[in-house]
Every structure is written in C-alpha cells, then in structure tokens.
C-alpha cells in the first residue's frame, strides 16, 4: 500500500468478498481456531487478489473489499476482478481446516473518488456507488455464487458464460438493477490465427479516399474550386488523411492554408482564423504596434486589390493598432464584418492567383457562428478558384450548406479489420507481440486506429516495463465498450508514466494545446524536472511539440488523450488547478488575457469562481460585438446569466447581473435597434436590479436605455415616468448627464404626443446643459447609440418646424447633422441625416427631403442600421410623391418602408409613414385606397396617443374627400384639423389646413 496517493477520480472495479455463516464455522470451532481459520481466509483473498493486479483495501471482520484499477489500471480490470473471484470460490478450504466454509462474491464497476482520503479517516479509501453495488450484489449472492453488475460484466462480455439473475430492487437504489451470476469461462472462444502485416507504409488502406481526394484536387487545380466534408466518430482518421491530402496529393509549392477549432472558443467569433492569421504573421506579444502592423501588411500580397483596405480590416480583427498608417475603419460593425469577410475572399483569390491553394478547417464541431457563416460564404465564392476546402468534423456537427455539385461529403468508416491487423503489425515494427494478442487487440478495438495504436503501445510498453509483466501482458485481454476502455487504455498508459502523469494533468487542466510558459508558471516543478518529464510523454506519443515563432508549445496528441487525463483528476482538484491557470493569466500574461477573455472566464468558471468568470464573459462579450460576432456576444452574456442565476444572492452578484443585462441591452440595440423585444427585455431586467440594489450609479444609463427602448414602441405613459425618474434623480445630484436625458426624453415624448411647447422648453433646457455642462459633452457615451444633443437637436428641430418656425427647424436640424459628423458615430449620423430629411418632407421641400432621404437610405442599407432603412425609405418616397412623381415604383417603395418600420418592432412614426402612403394613394388616384389608409394612419394615431401628424393626416383625408366630392366631408375633416393644429401649436399645419378649407369654401 505504499504508492497510496491523493485522491483521484477514475474507473474502478470493486470486489466484496464475504464468508456464508460463519455463525455457524464460529459455533463449531474454538475461538483460537476460529481466529486462525479466518486469517488464513484472509490470507488466501489477499494472495489471489494481489496476483490478478487488485489491492486490498479494507478487511472488516469476515468481509475483504478489494479494488482492481488502483493505484495502477489495467485495460481488463473486471475481468481480472472476476477471475480472482471464481478463483477464491474454487478454493479448497479444507487444508485450513474448514471444508464447509463458502464464500459469496459481488462484484462491481464504476466511477469513484479513491485514494488518500483524509475526511474517511483511512489510509485508502473509495466513494461511489460501486462501492455499495458491490455489498448489495455480495448480500444477493448466494453461497458460492459470484455475482456482477450490468457494467462489469460488459467489460468482460466475450470471456465468461453468465447467467442473467434480472433486475434487482437493491437497497439504495432507485430503479431494479440489473445482476448476472458468473458461471465460469467461456470455452468455446474463435481464436484468430496471427496475420502479420506485410504493409510498409504506415498509412492503412483509405485507399477509396485517397482517390476522391485525388480525383478533386486534380479539378481544383484546374479553378474549379472543390469543398469536402469529411467526417467520423473521433479517433477515426479524419486529421489522419487530411495530413495524407496535404503531404502526398498536394503538390509541393501549393499554399496550405489550416485553420482550427477548439472547444474553449466556440464563443469567440472568428476565432480559428484569428489564430491562424496570427501565427501566419508571426506576431508575438513583445513586438511593437508598428512590428506588428508590418507583420500584417506582409501577409497581403502588394498586387492585391482593395490592399489598403485589407490590412487595416485585418490588423482591427487582431487587435494590432493600425491608425498611424491608415485612415479609421468608420463603418458600422456589421457592415465592417460584412467588408472583412468579402475582403478575405479577394485575398484568397489573390493567393489562388499565385498558386492552387488547400484549405483545411479542423474540427467543425467546434466552430464559432461567425467562422459558421465565413464558410459558408467560401464554399460559395471558391467554385471559381483553384482552391480545394477540406472540412473535417464528428458526427454530431450538423452543416447547413446547400449542397450542390462542388460540395462533398466524405463519411469515414472504422478500418476493415485485415487493416486493423496490419496496423497493429506496423506499429510493433518488428518487436513482434503473440498472433493471439494480435488478434485480441484488434477485436477490442473494433477498427478505430487511435485506439489500435493506443492500446497496441500500451501492449508494447507494458511488455518492456518487466520481463515478469510479459505474461500479465499476454494474459487474454477482454472485449471492452470503447470508450470505456480507450480511457482504461490512457489511463493505464499514463499510470505508467510516473510522475510524468502529474505534468499531463496539470496541461489537461490548460487544455489540449498549451504553451511550456504558460505551463510552467502553472505547475511550480523545477524547470529540469518539467522538460524532462515533458520530453517522456513525448517519447511515449502522449504529447506532440511545436515551436512557432519564439513560442515553445506542446499538444496533447488527440483530445482524447487529454480528456483522459483530465478525468483522472478530482473534481477539487481540477478545480484548483483552473483557479490557478486564470490567476496566472491574468497576472503574467495580460495581453492573452485580454486578447482571449473567453479562454480566461472557462478557468474561472472551472474553478467555480463565478463572479471572476461573469466579469471575464462580460469582456469577451463586448470583445466579441468589436468584431460583430454579435450572436456569440449575446451567447456569452446568457451564460454570464446562466452562471448567476444559480449563485447564492448577494449585493455584488446583483451589480454584476445588473452590468450583463446592461451590456446585453447595448448590444441588441445596435444588432437589432432600440425598438426590438430582446432590448426591452434586457433593459427592464437591468432596471429591476437597479431597484432592487437602491442606488446603482449605472441606473441612468438603463433608464436612458429603456426610455429609447419605449419611445420607439410609443409607449408614452413609460417614457414619462422614466424621464421623471431621471429628473428627479438627477436633482440629487451633481452630475448632468441624467439631467439632460431626462429633459430630452420628455422633450422626446411631448414632441410625439403633440404637445409642441411643452417639448421644446425641455429641449432647449436639455441644450442649453449640454452647452453648459463639460462632463455632458464628455458623457456622450450615456446614450448608446445617438449623441444627446443630436438628439436634441432633432426634436427641436421637428418642434419648431410645426410650430411653424421653418427655417430655425431647418437650420437646427442641420446643426445636428453637422454636430453628428463631428463626432464621426456612425449610428448618430444616421439618424441626423434621417430626421433633416423629415424636417425638410414636413416643411415642404421635397427636393431637399428627396435627397437626404436617399443619403440616409444608402447609409442605412450600407451599415446594416436596420432602424433607419424602413422610416427613410418611406420619407424618400413621401418626397417624391411631393416632387410629382407618380409612379408606381413610388407606391412599392412606401409599402416597403411600412413593412422595413413594422419588421423591427417600430410603433412610433407608424402614423407618420401610412400618411406618406396615403398621400401617395391620393396622387396616383386611387381615391378609395387612399381614405382606408388614411383612417388606419388616424386610428393607430390614437390608439398610441402620437398625434403631432394627426392634424396633417386630416387634411390628407380631405384632400381625398375632395376628390371624391364629398365636401361636407372634407370640411369637417378640415375644421377638424385646425382646432387640432390650433391647440397643438402647430402653426404650419394650422396654415396648411386654414388655407385648404378657404379653398374649398371658395371653389
Ligand atoms: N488509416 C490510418 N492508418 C494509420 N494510422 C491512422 C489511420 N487513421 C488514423 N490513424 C491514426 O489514429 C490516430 C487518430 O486519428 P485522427 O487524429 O486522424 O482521428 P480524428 O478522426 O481526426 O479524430 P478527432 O475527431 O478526435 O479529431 C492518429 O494518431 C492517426 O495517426
Ligand atoms: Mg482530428
């Protein structure tokens, strides 16, 4: 029991052996017998157990609990476990002098925490439940009898005859459980007759595939671009072939271009292509910004088109600062993804044009959306370029791209078994093992050639441990679940290793790739001692290394290896390690850090440290919007939520949740605009946690969020009490940027309700502040998307142009404009652009309105501001139909911009839009139509109570009225409208209406 150590978690065989009455054996002998009779008992167990690979852990009276699979394991515990059993009940107890002493055995497999473990109290102890399985199974056995249970017995299923004893309703367990009584061995066992490989390549057959894979690279050569799926369960050779793809059918000079996926950044957009774009580039942490920058430009070639354009869109992607050489990006995120992935298109045309190209992107299991939708823009764009794209994935990854003649799917199968033979042949070299273990290997592992050459090692190896071992080694080894037993097979390969174990799971807490710095501030091992334990899982084909760059790296052969690994280590332990990792990230390498938030907030959440996690998930969130993986970024805010909402509650975790529905709030504002659903929700929720903590400073910018979120959904009565809120709020305190968003949101409000003076005094007073107020003008950040005084400006402008004062409405609209451009937002210019063309339709300058629409139009569409498409189409529209223009080009064009508005969830200005189409109606003359949409507009306008266009509304409808000589109609519409417009103060329309009726009256 020396090599006891620390608790571990790992797969575990556990026996409990248990002499049948011995009341009576204790009745008959003398106590002095009695005890004598027992330890030779005890003996016996113990001697069996120990040559079949078993510990002994415990003997508790007349009961011996062993373990098989500790502190080493064995590819066959159970079976080993079962042939110590049979062998203790055959036993022939009469030399001890006890012939009628018999035995019961149960026997069981699982999962357990085993080890060292001090709050037992014992030197070695086992938790789980196959411990107690075993005692059950033991109590079910009747004298004699050996029983297993269902898991047990499907790792030795092939080497023993069983008779099924059905389920058992077992004390302690929920649902009956199966239990098989082992008979004895199986006799009638097909034995395989060696096959010794004569193959020499250490490739295995895959023939079929090599020739696909040829036959495509020959039409990619030629330009006619070709994309292959390939997939398999894992361990089945995917990355096996694609090697093949590349070393033998790719010609030499061909660029290879790899990309790959992991599963810790399936959350970070772009992921694989940033990894790969930096290492292609060569750019390490120590160099410069300018270092950098050259790096970057050195990967477009100088012929390629749109250069100057490129490098700036790929140095944003790797954070490399490019704004001493190259003007800003200044586009929206959306649009600027949209450039960056047409731009990597034209740079791989661009190498294509040099030379044929293969593309592999490993792992598509583990793509990130945005990667997602990058390959499905290359799978369309390569069918004209020499370029064959290699996808390998697992089965479970599902692609949804159309599939069409250039795009194939290659579905890899587990190796014939000849093969298996001849890879097992191949990877002894010569050192020979027995045709009977041969034949052994290749049965367990059912033609999956990472477990051949696994389990095939670990064969060889334990061979070499000892010559005595050889035996154990050539022992018959049992057919075994896969995965079960591909984990035994690492495990008991890694158990080998000695300490080197150790240096493999603190990398598998890393994960499956990891850098020897990051290890070594990691693992605290004297630096001697950590190379050369690296170096031995090297050799043992554990781990592979590589160097890029300045940056010594290892990777663990297959993730299954360093899932393996992992597994063996206790949950506290793992999650210590974690701890550990994250601490040392942050405090040693704060540029990966902060380049890979995501990588960070996995370890903190490993290590259960949620709030660590949260704040770093918030960090990749908003890393992710920077480079519009917008779906990744609400993706990672959710599992912020998701962390929190388990946790105990507490003033901290609430301000925490508070920043997460903040940010995400943010965020679909911008991915979906103020008026969608998701906005409102993430702002209402943040709102609640603001109450609920009483004085969170970020309350104004929630309530300046959810204000923008209700006035677009023309929900007045909520924007007033928010605004109230903030006023009075602010009145406490110093601080003026609450001040003014208060005033602009009831200016806002007013405004669309109609009452006209009212909001322009808080307008102005808002303005007047922001003037005023330094930190104002700092804090433009308060609101998320527009500028406060651009959105004053706006308002006011509106407000003065129904007021009748159309110049001053004009001119502070185009102050606006003028102030957004300064600022260079492109969301603020936007919307300025959009509200001078309403200014200029309202005041009847169609020309100007025409054309202001359509720049904002243009910008709109070009930018992916889906706020602002629909609203400037249906202005654009609405100014032509001033202009005269009758078309009917105009009239789809107003129902596209009614529909563009209505998609978003938009209410307010619905009115306003319907009046554009009503308007339109009335001019193409169709009479009837007009009246309904003009009702519809009217209705809907008081419904929601925003009436500053109603009174306009009214004289459209006369205006139809008219035509259809329906003047009493018409005049009561009018004098309508103008005791409307009168008590609005809305002395434009008033005129307008005033105007219309004397004509009327007068015609
Ligand atoms: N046909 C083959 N001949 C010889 N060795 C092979 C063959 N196919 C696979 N191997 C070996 O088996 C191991 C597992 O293969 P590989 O890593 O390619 O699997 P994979 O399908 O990519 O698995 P995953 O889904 O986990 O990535 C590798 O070490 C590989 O070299
Ligand atoms: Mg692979």
């Known amino acids: 029991m ?27 002998l003398d106590p002095e017998e009695l005890a004598d009779v027992i330890q030779a008992y005890r003996r016996r167990c113990a001697d069996v157990v120990t040559t079949h690979g078993g510990i002994v852990a415990r003997q508790i009276g007349d009961a011996v609990l062993a373990y098989f699979g500790y502190p080493r394991a064995h590819e066959n515990d159970a079976e080993r476990a079962i042939r110590a059993a049979l062998a203790i009940t055959d036993t022939q107890w009469q030399a001890i002098g006890a012939a009628d002493l018999r035995v019961h055995i149960g026997i069981a497999t699982g999962l357990v925490v085993v080890g060292n473990l001090p709050q037992a109290g014992e030197e070695l102890s086992a938790i789980g439940s196959a411990l107690n399985l075993a005692a059950r199974l033991e109590a079910l056995a009747e004298p004699g009898m050996v029983v297993v249970a269902e898991q047990t017995r499907r790792l030795s299923r092939g080497l023993f005859e069983y008779r099924d004893l059905g389920p058992q309703e077992l004390k302690g367990f929920d649902q009956p459980v199966p239990a098989w009584q082992v008979i004895g061995e199986r006799r009638n066992r097909s034995r395989f007759h060696a096959l010794r490989a004569a193959e020499l390549t250490p490739l295995v057959d895959r023939r079929g595939e090599v020739e696909v894979l040829e036959r495509l690279w020959k039409y990619a050569r030629a330009g006619n671009g070709q994309a292959v799926l390939l ?7 995917k990355s096996r072939l694609a090697q093949v793809l590349s070393k033998r059918i790719v010609d030499r000079r061909c660029l290879r271009l790899w990309y790959h996926c992991t599963p810790n950044l399936q959350g970070s957009p772009l992921a694989p292509l940033v990894r790969q774009l930096t290492l292609a580039a060569g750019i390490a942490q120590e160099n410069d910004d300018g270092a950098k920058l050259a790096k970057v430009e050195r990967l477009v070639p100088e012929a390629t088109p749109n250069r100057a354009e490129i490098v700036p869109l790929l140095a944003d992607l790797l954070s490399v600062r490019y704004e001493r050489r190259y003007p800003p990006l200044g586009m929206s995120l959306q649009r600027q993804k949209q450039r960056l992935f047409n731009e990597l298109m ?28 990058l390959v499905g823009i290359l799978i369309d764009r390569l069918r004209t370029l020499p370029v064959l794209a290699l996808f390998t994935a697992r089965t479970e990854f599902q692609a949804h791209w159309d599939t069409n003649g250039h795009l194939h799917s290659i579905a890899l199968a587990p190796l014939e078994r000849s093969d298996s033979i001849s890879m097992i042949g191949l990877l002894c070299e010569g050192k020979g093992i027995p045709g009977s273990m041969v034949d052994q290997i290749a049965d367990r592992t059912d033609g999956l ?59 598998s807490v890393i994960g499956r790739e990891f850098s020897y710095e990051l290890l070594a501030r990691t693992a605290n091992i004297p630096e001697d001692d950590l190379r050369e334990e690296l170096y031995r899982l090297v050799d043992a084909g554990l781990l592979v290394s590589r160097r890029s760059s300045a940056v010594l790296g290892y990777a663990f052969k297959h993730a299954l290896v360093r899932d393996a690994a992992y597994a063996s280590l206790l949950r506290k332990k793992q999650a210590v390690l974690h701890a550990r990792v994250a601490q040392v990230l942050v405090e040693e390498f704060p540029e990966t850090a902060d380049a ?47 962390l929190l909402a388990v946790q105990p509650k507490s003033s901290d975790r609430l301000r925490l949740a508070l920043i997460v529905h903040r940010t995400l709030g943010g965020i679909y504002a911008e991915y979906r605009g103020f008026s969608s659903a998701e906005c409102g929700r993430a702002y209402n929720a943040a709102l609640d946690l603001c109450r609920e903590l009483g004085d969170a400073p970020e309350i104004f910018s929630v309530l300046s ?13 909520k924007c007033e009490a928010l605004a109230d809120e903030c006023l009075s709020r602010a009145a406490a305190q110093q601080s003026k940027p609450p001040f003014i968003m208060g005033h602009l949101l009831l200016g806002g409000t007013l405004f669309l309700k109609g009452e006209l003076a009212a909001a322009r005094e808080h307008l102005e007073e808002g303005l007047r502040v922001y003037e005023h107020d330094q930190t104002a003008r700092r804090a433009r950040q308060v609101l998320y998307v527009q500028d406060q005084k651009s959105t004053g400006l706006c308002y006011l402008a509106l407000s003065l142009t129904l007021m009748g004062e159309v110049d001053e409405g004009v001119r502070a609209a185009e102050e606006g404009l003028r102030h957004s451009r300064a600022l260079g937002g492109l969301h603020t210019v936007n919307f300025s652009l959009c509200y001078l063309a309403a200014v200029h339709l309202i005041g009847g300058n169609f020309a100007a309105a025409a054309d202001c629409a359509t720049k904002s139009l243009d910008m709109a569409r070009e930018q992916r501001f889906a706020t602002w498409i629909g609203i400037s189409e249906a202005i654009r529209c609405g100014a032509l139909v001033g202009s005269g223009d009758r078309g009917a080009d105009v009239l789809a064009g107003l129902r596209r911009g009614i529909d563009g508005h209505t998609e978003i ?16 109606l009335i001019e193409a003359g169709r009479g009837d139509d007009a009246v309904g949409a003009l009702a519809q507009a009217l209705k809907q306008s008081e419904a929601t109570r925003e009436r500053f266009y109603a009174a306009e509304i009214m004289r459209f409808q006369a205006e139809a009225l008219t035509r259809a000589n329906d003047v009493a109609g018409a005049e009561r519409a009018l004098g309508e409208s103008i005791e409307l417009a009168r008590r609005q103060q809305a002395r434009l329309f008033e005129l307008r209406s005033a105007d219309a009726l004397h004509r009327l009256v007068n015609a």
């Not at 969020?705 to 009565?717: D, Q, V, W």
Request: aromatic share 6%; with cysteine; hydrophobic share 50%.
């Open 449 to 507: 050639p990472l477990f051949i050459e696994d389990l095939t090692r670990d064969v060889l190896e334990s061979a070499c441990a000892s010559a005595a071992d050889s035996d154990a080694a050539n022992a018959r080894l049992a057919d075994v679940a896969i995965p079960a037993t591909l984990n035994d097979s690492l495990m008991s390969r890694l158990d080998r290793l000695g300490s080197a174990k150790t240096v493999a799971e603190i990398a």
């Open 596 to 642: 890979q938030p995501e990588w960070v907030a996995h370890h903190f959440q490993a290590a259960n440290d949620v709030d660590n996690a949260v704040a770093f998930l918030v960090k990749a969130a908003k890393l992710s919007a920077r480079r519009s993986g917008f779906a990744e970024s609400i993706s990672q805010l959710e599992a912020a939520l998701a």
């Open 905 to 920: 969830g938009a209410v307010a200005y619905q009115p306003f839009v319907r009046a554009q189409l009503g308007k339109g």
């Open 2 to 28: 020396t090599d006891i150590r620390p608790a571990e978690r790992r797969q575990l065989t556990v026996m409990l052996c248990d002499m049948v009455a011995s009341t009576a054996l204790s009745l008959r």
């Open 705 to 717: 969020g959810l204000g923008s979120f209700e006035i677009t959904r023309a929900a007045f009565g």
């Open 231 to 237: 997939s398999s369960e894992p361990g089945v050779g």
């Open 346 to 373: 034209e740079l791989l045309a661009a190498y294509a044009a040099r030379s044929p190209v293969l593309l592999v992107v490993e792992d598509l299991h583990w793509i990130d959306p945005s990667s997602d939708e």
